[in-house]
């Protein structure tokens, strides 16, 4: 049985040493040392022999146990460690090369626009306000004294959901949420997307955006409104810009006036695109119209009040010479990495 043991720790030392994975290293493991394995079979056999022999061939088998569990684990890590050694090789990276320098998000000119524009008014102090997209008929026209004669409350002008829901075609309905959910003073811009039926051109989309201003208090009048637009006007375009105001209609607005500004192109001095006049409009204004105040629960005897909007798509094309409102979404990277 001696002899029997120290072929097997020989064979082991041999079959050990040659063996190339991790797999052939289990195979010997479980020809030595499993159940059925060479050295469990002579350990069964031990019954045979005398008193006096079993406790020396005993610790001889047991040695024999160890030493091979001892190869089993050298073997074993030796062939990790190649192995490792050999994915590091094939997978290593020459960090001699440059870098690649992650390519970095800006924000769109929409944004930053309109960044400018909360900035501006927020100093004037204005908060901001906002509403859902998808609002009742009542807000979008009712309550702001649009009869229902009026074009913009006709199918072929606004994206009707029901007879009583709509995509709104401005954001004045935040207007009257604030009204009738609290009292003044009330100053408050309400930015969004609004939604009308155009057809997409250099300067129409379906889907765009305003930028709407209210002021309610005791005592606002109309100076109160052109000094704060043209404030607005100078703080974006520059100190050198020139505002007019001209007369117009709006139905929740009396009196109602249009706001324009220097022409970006000509600076003034006339061009096609502001048909020689040197202006371009750029937003509607007037003071709150008495029946607007009184259809929010506001007494129009006890207070007055200005409005505003604008399209921020609008605004930013003139803030960047931008001539095609098209470029604005179509999300070409070449014409956004200039902002």
Same mark, same amino acid.
């Given at each position: 049985? !001696? ?7 020989? /064979? ?6 040659? %063996? =190339? ?11 030595? &040392?499993? !159940? ?8 069964? #056999?031990?019954?045979? &022999?005398?008193?006096?022999? +079993?406790?020396?061939? #005993? ?11 001892? @190869? ?14 050999? !994915? ?29 524009? *909360? ?6 102090? $204005? ?16 309550? @702001? ?11 072929? /002008? ?7 829901? %709509? ?13 009738? =959910?609290?009292?003044?003073?009330? +100053? ?9 039926? =155009? ?18 208090? *005791? #005592? ?15 703080? &974006? ?12 209609? $709006? ?18 001095? #006339?061009?096609? @695109?502001? *048909?020689?006049?040197? $202006? ?10 008495? *029946? ?6 506001? =007494? ?13 798509? +609008? ?25």
């Amino acid at each position: 049985m !001696k002899e029997l043991l120290e072929q097997i720790r020989i /064979d082991a030392e041999t079959l050990f040493e040659s %063996a =190339d994975t991790i797999a052939q290293i289990e195979e010997l493991r479980v020809r030595f &040392l499993g !159940k059925k394995g060479e050295l469990t079979s002579i350990l069964k #056999g031990m019954g045979i &022999l005398s008193e006096s022999e +079993r406790p020396v061939m #005993g610790k001889l088998a047991n040695d024999t146990r160890e030493h091979i569990e001892q @190869l089993v684990s050298d073997r074993t890590h030796d062939i990790a460690h190649k192995m490792l050694a050999t !994915k590091l090789e094939n997978e290593k990276t020459d960090i001699t090369l440059p870098g690649r320098k992650p390519s970095m998000g800006k924000r769109h000119p929409l944004n930053i626009v309109l960044s400018d524009i *909360k900035e501006i008014f927020l100093g004037m102090g $204005f908060e901001v306000a906002e509403g859902p997209e998808v609002e009742f008929t009542e807000n979008n026209f009712d309550l @702001l004294n649009i009869p229902t004669t009026h074009p913009s409350r006709s199918k072929q /002008d606004t994206f009707y959901i029901t007879d009583d829901i %709509a995509l709104r075609p401005q954001t004045s309905p935040v207007q009257v949420r604030v009204m009738k =959910d609290r009292m003044p003073p009330i +100053r408050i811009l309400a930015p969004g997307r609004v939604y009308r039926r =155009d057809t997409v051109d250099a300067t129409h989309s379906p889907v765009f955006h305003q930028v709407e201003g209210l002021a309610v208090d *005791k #005592g606002i009048t109309m100076s109160d409104l052109k000094g704060t637009l043209e404030t607005f006007a100078k703080k &974006l375009y520059g100190d050198d810009i020139a505002v007019r105001f001209r007369p117009h209609h $709006f139905p929740f607005t009396e009196p109602s006036a249009e706001m324009d500004a220097t022409c970006f192109v000509c600076s003034g001095k #006339g061009c096609s @695109l502001c *048909k020689g006049e040197g $202006f371009i409009e750029i937003l509607g204004c007037g003071m709150v119209h008495p *029946k607007v105040l009184a259809n929010c629960g506001i =007494d129009p005897d006890e207070y007055s009040g200005f409005a505003f909007g604008m399209g921020l798509d +609008r605004i930013t094309m003139m803030r960047y010479n931008i001539d095609d409102l098209r470029l604005l979404f179509e999300n070409d990277i070449r014409f956004l990495r200039q902002f």
